[in-house]
């Protein structure tokens, strides 16, 4: 079974710094995508940024950047010079090649950006 | 373009009764879920499909049927809602992985309140 996990709940950070959320996953399978998806108040599901794992650099999308590490399953959002528009659930999520359609998803981390 | 859209935004029933959730898509996407968004739990997949007739559990679809007569219909059936059955749903569609591995594209979701 493939499990996704986010162990923070909440975060909090001021306008204009940097926050980092975790994310970690397990799987067997080799081929497989990563997602970050931003859930504002309005309940919109949105997509932040997406990293394929056979491709070794970095996605980035202006503000917003992964590390991700294959080896350690690990793919962390950056987000910097953070907007009061930040503020949002923050979901991790994951799907292979041969399960396309069936995301699954980390239980989430609420972003607070404060003035 | 409308993307996908659900109806009713918010629904309240009472244990027993039934309903449908509406999802329609309007960009000939293959694939098309049905997800349950719960406090601490993340988005979770009820139901899935890959074309028209063909329909697939996911990881929670007990109390939940559903049928894809069209490419762009894909209604959730609750036959005897439940107060476990509260929650937020969501519909997302995609194209299939050989057609240019698309993310996700989701609804505006429905929260739905059993007493």
């Known amino acids: 079974a493939q499990t996704v996990t986010q162990s923070q709940p909440e975060m909090s950070v001021q306008e204009a710094e940097t926050v980092t959320l975790s994310c970690t996953y397990d799987?067997?399978?080799?081929?497989?995508?990563l997602f970050w998806y931003k859930q504002p108040p309005s309940r919109q599901m949105i997509l932040v940024i997406r990293q394929e794992a056979y491709k070794q650099q970095n996605a980035t999308e202006n503000r917003f950047s992964v590390n991700f590490q294959k080896a350690a399953k690990s793919f962390s959002l950056k987000i910097s010079d953070s907007q009061l528009g930040d503020t949002a659930m923050y979901f991790c999520?994951?799907?292979?090649?041969?399960?396309?359609?069936?995301?699954?998803f980390g239980a989430g981390t609420q972003v607070v950006v404060t003035p | 373009n409308a993307g996908v859209t659900q109806t009713p935004k918010f629904q309240v029933l009472k244990t027993g009764q039934s309903m449908t959730l509406q999802c329609a898509q309007d960009m000939n996407h293959e694939y098309m879920s049905w997800y349950r968004q719960d406090p601490g739990m993340g988005l979770r997949l009820i139901h899935y499909s890959v074309g028209a007739g063909i329909t697939d559990q996911g990881e929670v679809p007990n109390g939940y049927n559903v049928s894809r007569s069209t490419t762009e219909d894909f209604p959730l059936r609750l036959l005897s809602a439940a107060p476990s059955q509260t929650s937020v749903y969501f519909c997302?569609?995609?194209?299939?992985w050989g057609q240019g591995n698309s993310p996700l594209h989701f609804g505006n979701g429905t929260r739905l309140t059993v007493t």
């Open positions: 999520a994951f799907m292979t090649t041969d399960s396309w359609g069936k995301l699954q």
């Open positions: 799987t067997s399978e080799n081929n497989y995508y």
């Open positions: 997302a569609s995609s194209y299939s």
